[in-house]
């Protein structure tokens, strides 16, 4: 389908949802049909997955097409998490074929089966570990048991055909995998080593990691993933021995490493060492950009947090967790500005914001600092549209963006998609940024 540059870029009175609206379009426009030459079958499989996720967002039949095709070149990738390779091919399934139906063959039985298997591998390393700690392959969001997990968790509790059909049952049982390995991870241990500390020789580049190993707050790879999957849960009623403990003593210690940055935005350290654990000595927030991205710093920890308030009815945890994105919004330079990405860019930080609001007040006329974070990052999306990009958008430097989900257009769209209220159905496109 040729596209070409929308004429609303030049009409200032149109409403920012609007803008919004057509700017996930014009995204979903230019990935319908051939993708230029990807530098290697990952990026291929991100491209594929990313095109089939948002046209299905936006209600496209051919998204399942998509699907098929990015199936055909995972089998040369890495299998990681729900994020990368085949079982992002996995996940994507999922979301189309809940969004619009099974297409000629359905993919979810083979989809789900497959996160099982992942789920119950990931466990069993867990369980037979014989040191302390715990890999990053084993329970964070993007390669571990939090968003294979989570993805589980909406296949066997969101009200779509997916619950009643043989892949929610499996679902059902695989998720109780999960959330088993990880409660007895974020539970509380004696000493000062909390269970999802990583010692330096399990990083994944030990050269770079502190003597002394760490333990990772954010989103991506860090305990505010895990613990926005115990949470979300234990909301929907599906709750294991020790959950709400370690949902408690996870968001104590999380609570208690943020410290406030110049200007007074509240923020995290990516990693508080084991030297700092066991001295109790204050860790250093991590610097802008990365304090104020959805994988490392406030926006994805503070709606984790949010949600563990929710999950144990705490009214002071909620109260600190709204603050924490308050002080961003107060902020005039807050936004990770030189990317639009979900990862560590712009659109992570809005769809964040977004889903905090969710929780908060209805209209942006009320103030709700969650609102007016969103809105705020979706002004700041706009200078990054470019239509002469191959996707539409570059980042600060004129780079464009490849189509992905977590790291391009893709997901940009999908979250201006949302941001303009666009409806949806099936379990979710954002199902595994551990937002709700």
Not at 50 to 72: I, K, S, T
Not at 317 to 336: N, Q
Request: glycine content about 12%; aromatic content about 4%.
């Amino acid at each position: 389908m040729a596209s070409t540059a929308p004429e609303y870029l030049d009409t200032p009175a149109l409403p920012l949802g609007g803008l919004a609206e057509h700017l996930a379009r014009y995204v979903a426009e230019r990935a319908d049909g051939l993708l230029p030459p990807a530098p290697g079958p990952g990026a291929l499989v991100e491209d594929l997955c990313g095109a089939a996720v948002l046209r299905a967002r936006l209600g496209e039949p051919d998204a399942l097409d998509l699907v098929d095709q990015a199936a055909a070149h995972a089998a040369s990738t890495n299998a990681a998490g729900v994020w990368s390779g085949p079982g992002l091919v996995m996940t994507s399934a999922l979301i189309a074929e809940s969004a619009l139906g099974p297409g000629r063959t359905s993919l979810a039985d083979d989809a789900v089966g497959w996160l099982a298997v992942r789920a119950r591998s990931l466990s069993r390393r867990q369980s037979v570990r014989a040191r302390p700690g715990a890999p990053l392959m084993v329970y964070d969001t993007v390669e571990g048991l939090s968003g294979v997990g989570r993805v589980l968790l909406e296949v066997a509790t969101a009200d779509t055909w997916l619950r009643g059909a043989p892949a929610g049952g499996t679902a059902q049982r695989s998720v109780r995998t999960c959330l088993e390995t990880l409660t007895a991870i974020l539970a509380p241990h004696d000493g000062d080593w909390p269970g999802w500390w990583l010692p330096a020789s399990d990083h994944p580049d030990p050269s770079r990691a502190h003597p002394t190993g760490a333990a990772l707050t954010g989103a991506a790879h860090g305990v505010a993933g895990p613990l926005s999957l115990l949470a979300a849960a234990a909301l929907r009623g599906v709750v294991v021995e020790g959950q709400r403990e370690a949902i408690r003593h996870a968001a104590r210690r999380l609570l208690g490493w943020a410290d406030t940055l110049p200007g007074g935005a509240r923020a995290w350290p990516v990693a508080v060492t084991g030297a700092q654990l066991r001295t109790g000595a204050r860790p250093v927030p991590a610097p802008f950009p990365a304090a104020v991205t959805w994988a490392e710093g406030t926006p994805g920890i503070a709606r984790a947090l949010q949600l563990a308030a929710a999950a144990l009815e705490d009214d002071a945890l909620h109260a600190a967790a709204g603050d924490l994105l308050g002080s961003l919004a107060a902020r005039t330079a807050v936004l990770p500005d030189r990317r639009p990405d979900l990862f560590r860019g712009v659109a992570g930080v809005m769809h964040a914001a977004l889903s905090a609001r969710a929780d908060g007040p209805v209209a942006r006329e009320q103030g709700d600092p969650a609102g007016e974070l969103a809105h705020r990052a979706a002004e700041a999306l706009l200078p990054m549209f470019r239509p002469h990009a191959p996707y539409g958008f570059t980042d600060a430097a004129g780079n464009p963006q490849r189509l992905g989900l977590l790291h391009g257009a893709a997901g940009v769209a999908c979250s201006l998609a949302d941001y303009a209220g666009l409806p949806a159905g099936g379990i979710g496109w954002d199902v595994a940024l551990m937002l709700r």
